[in-house]
Antibody, heavy 112, light 107 residues
Framework: QVQLQQWGAGLLKPSETLSLTCDVYGGSFSGYYWTWIRKPPGKGLEWIGEITYTGSTKYNPSLKSRVTISADTSKKQFSLRLTSVTAADTAVYYC??????WGQGTLVTVSS | QTVVTQEPSLTVSPGGTVTLTCASSSGAVTSGNWFQQKPGQAPRALIYSSTNKHSWTPARFSGSLLGGKPALTLSGAEPEDEAEYYCLLYYNDELRVFGGGTNLTVL
């Protein structure tokens, strides 16, 4: 049974850095790709980016200059870092494995 | 900028059939996935690689390509299928773009 448990700060001020981590329980870390997605309030889903088990990354071009996705295979976890946040980054953030198994979501609010 | 368009809203009668589509503003789409999301819940994957079901996907859901566009068909709608449905398109293995979502009402 694959489970993804995500955690990180839920309230940020403008210009701060968003940092979220997703722990993977059950199953292997290798052989899959690991994705971050977000859903702003009242809007649809947005693909942020992904990392493969080999460390190769792909990012949404609209966020690429501010986003870093990394992974620690020994801890079976991967992380999202988004710099210089604004109110537009307020959203529920999700982690996922192969877009098949999803974390529970973390509400991140950016407010002064 | 690549835009993926879905029907904003659709209504289906209980037991009825409805098809949701996913249109791309640009070419080079290689595959598509479908997700169901209910309020307050994480999205649930239904279809991957346009036509493949997950082990947990109810048999009444099916994925296809209609005129080259990924489509999701629900046959025999049930009240619990009322939800937001999102498609995700893959572009040349570099970019993934979600559609704006379809709000499906079972009424």
């Amino acid at each position: 049974q694959v489970q993804l448990q995500q955690w990180g700060a839920g309230l940020l001020k403008p210009s701060e850095t968003l940092s979220l981590t997703c722990d993977v329980y059950g199953g292997s870390f290798s052989g899959y790709y690991w994705t971050w997605i977000r859903k702003p309030p009242g809007k649809g889903l947005e693909w942020i980016g992904e990392i493969t088990y080999t460390g190769s990354t792909k990012y949404n071009p609209s966020l690429k200059s501010r986003v870093t996705i990394s992974a620690d295979t020994s801890k079976k976890q991967f992380s999202l870092r988004l710099t210089s946040v604004t109110a537009a980054d307020t959203a529920v953030y999700y982690c996922a494995r192969d877009l098949s198994y999803w974390g529970q979501g973390t509400l991140v609010t950016v407010s002064s | 900028q690549t835009v993926v368009t879905q029907e904003p809203s659709l209504t289906v009668s209980p037991g009825g059939t409805v098809t949701l589509t996913c249109a791309s503003s640009s070419g080079a789409v290689t595959s598509g996935n479908w997700f169901q999301q209910k309020p307050g819940q994480a999205p649930r994957a239904l279809i991957y690689s346009s036509t493949n079901k997950h082990s947990w996907t109810p048999a009444r859901f099916s994925g296809s390509l209609l005129g080259g566009k990924p489509a999701l068909t629900l046959s025999g709608a049930e009240p619990e299928d009322e939800a937001e449905y999102y498609c995700l398109l893959y572009y040349n293995d570099e970019l993934r773009v979600f559609g704006g979502g379809t709000n499906l009402t079972v009424l």
